[in-house]
């Protein structure tokens, strides 16, 4: 029994780890690239080509498996990315221009010269339309290094790299939207707008019940988006922008409630020591005190709470799998010097350092910005390198933009070569830093 209750500690010891869901997408990428290159290659492929029927009502849809990852669950992805965006907005690290503007800098320019990198190679040719691939930087990759590098990393790198970030999945998102939506269906569109408006009015009503803005984001909002011709994905946007951030009671009501319960439960305890509570009246305080501490929690933060695991333990590693199996072939290796190849690699590598250490460097030079406490230039270089990372983005992207199979597998071949060069740059820079003081 004791052995049982060790095993059970062990297993959610494993799962509070921080870097767990990064783990996870690598070994989802080692099992998708030896899958897709063993002897059982064809079954990888037939796996996510199942068509998979969906009906609701008058709405019917008949899609892949690989499409349901990408279209379906990766809304739930930029429906977290959404909610994690919303907060740092309004309360966070970009709440304040101030605050935002070194971010800001470091992430325009990181998008803005991979994106020119990846032009100046495959200008007039029919891979021009993929110069978004190198734009992005994934967080939880980056994230995962920087975690591991504690001691000679300050927190407010860690701060930085984040608020980067959601600029920079910002930036994705209005690419998906702007280039990548085909005609649209203007009576699907209007239904999807209609829920939106729903959930914005509930918002305003002050209605804060997780679970209704959940149903109305996936029954009204995305069945509605499903056929307009948006992409799906930023139907998570756009339902995050709409959930409430703010709590039932402020933070005031909130101390003084739980100081009272607290007083009560005090006076409720005998001398007697234990560990079980008993008293009827102490299972009343303690109710009390978790129905106030809900209501202090707004929807967007409860929401983001619950959905993270399902992103991070099942969505992510999902599409990795289904993205990342690439038949490693001659062509595969020669496309990596081709300008596609060429325009990702040095975009994703080379321009993404270029793009957010050197924009930092000239902005701080300039005196537009600011370097946080205790980060220095060379935390700077190891988050340039660090966000040549751009998994997870640039391989949604490269399913958007490129059709031919073998330009998808060159392209995806690449992102996980620059993958490992910048993580490997970014760690050895880093590792070269001081400790910091505690």
């Known amino acids: 029994?004791?052995?049982?209750?060790?095993?059970?500690?062990?297993?959610?010891?494993?799962?509070?780890?921080?870097?767990?869901?990064?783990?996870?997408?690598?070994?989802?990428?080692?099992?998708?690239?030896?899958?897709?290159?063993?002897?059982?290659?064809?079954?990888?492929?037939?796996?996510?080509?199942?068509?998979?029927?969906?009906?609701?009502?008058?709405?019917?849809?008949?899609?892949?498996?690989h499409h349901w990852v990408n279209d379906g669950l990766m809304a739930v992805f930029f429906f977290l990315i959404g909610l994690e965006m919303k907060?740092?907005?309004?309360?966070?690290?970009?709440?304040?221009?101030?605050?935002?503007?070194?971010?800001?800098?470091?992430?325009?320019?990181?998008?803005?010269?991979?994106a020119l990198i990846f032009y100046l190679f495959n200008k007039g040719l029919d891979t021009q339309q993929a110069w978004a691939i190198p734009m992005a930087t994934d967080i939880a990759f980056a994230l995962a290094i920087l975690k591991a590098l504690k001691n000679r990393i300050p927190a407010a790198l860690i701060v930085l790299l984040t608020a980067m970030a959601v600029i920079d999945d910002l930036g994705g998102i209005l690419v998906i939207a702007l280039y990548?939506?085909?005609?649209?269906?203007?009576?699907?569109?209007?239904?999807?707008?209609?829920?939106?408006?729903?959930?914005?009015?509930?918002?305003?009503?002050?209605?804060?019940?997780?679970?209704?803005?959940?149903?109305?984001?996936?029954?009204?909002?995305?069945?509605g988006f499903l056929h307009s011709g948006v992409h799906a994905t930023i139907v998570g946007i756009l339902i995050a922008m709409a959930t409430p951030l703010q709590s039932d009671i402020d933070d005031q009501t909130y101390l003084h409630r739980l100081t009272q319960l607290s007083n009560r439960f005090e006076k409720t305890c005998t001398t007697r020591a234990g560990h079980l509570i008993t008293s009827t009246e102490q299972i009343e305080i303690v109710e009390e005190i978790r129905e106030i501490s809900i209501a202090a929690e707004s929807p967007l933060q409860r929401l983001e709470h619950n959905v993270a695991?399902?992103?991070?333990?099942?969505?992510?590693p999902l599409?990795?799998?289904s993205?990342?199996?690439?038949?490693?072939?001659?062509?595969?290796?020669?496309?990596?010097?081709?300008?596609?190849?060429?325009?990702?690699?040095?975009?994703?590598?080379?321009?993404?350092?270029?793009?957010?250490?050197?924009?930092?460097?000239?902005?701080?030079?300039?005196?537009?910005?600011?370097?946080?406490?205790?980060v220095n230039r060379l935390h700077l270089i190891g988050i340039g390198l660090l966000a040549g990372i751009g998994f997870t983005m640039s391989i949604f992207i490269t399913e958007l933009s490129l059709a031919d199979l073998q330009q998808k597998s060159t392209a995806k071949l690449t992102i996980l070569i620059a993958l490992v060069i910048s993580a490997l740059l970014g760690y050895w820079t880093l590792r070269q830093s001081r400790p910091v003081p505690g």
């Open 309 to 316: 695991p399902f992103v991070n333990y099942f969505v992510l």
């Open 319 to 321: 599409f990795a799998l």
């Open 180 to 223: 990548f939506t085909k005609a649209l269906d203007w009576s699907a569109l209007f239904s999807g707008l209609f829920f939106i408006g729903v959930i914005v009015v509930f918002n305003r009503l002050k209605i804060r019940k997780p679970w209704l803005y959940l149903l109305l984001g996936v029954l009204g909002v995305w069945l």
């Open 323 to 374: 993205n990342a199996g690439v038949e490693i072939k001659i062509d595969s290796l020669a496309g990596i010097v081709s300008p596609l190849g060429a325009g990702i690699g040095l975009g994703l590598i080379l321009g993404k350092f270029i793009g957010v250490a050197g924009t930092a460097f000239l902005v701080v030079a300039l005196k537009w910005a600011e370097l946080p406490r205790q």
């Open 87 to 114: 907060r740092e907005i309004l309360a966070g690290e970009l709440s304040s221009f101030k605050k935002a503007r070194l971010p800001i800098f470091c992430a325009v320019g990181g998008m803005l010269v991979p």
């Open 1 to 65: 029994m004791q052995k049982d209750a060790q095993w059970v500690r062990s297993i959610k010891k494993g799962f509070q780890n921080e870097n767990l869901p990064t783990y996870l997408m690598i070994l989802a990428v080692l099992i998708a690239m030896a899958w897709a290159n063993s002897p059982w290659k064809a079954s990888y492929h037939q796996l996510w080509q199942i068509v998979i029927p969906f009906q609701l009502l008058n709405l019917q849809a008949q899609e892949t498996l």
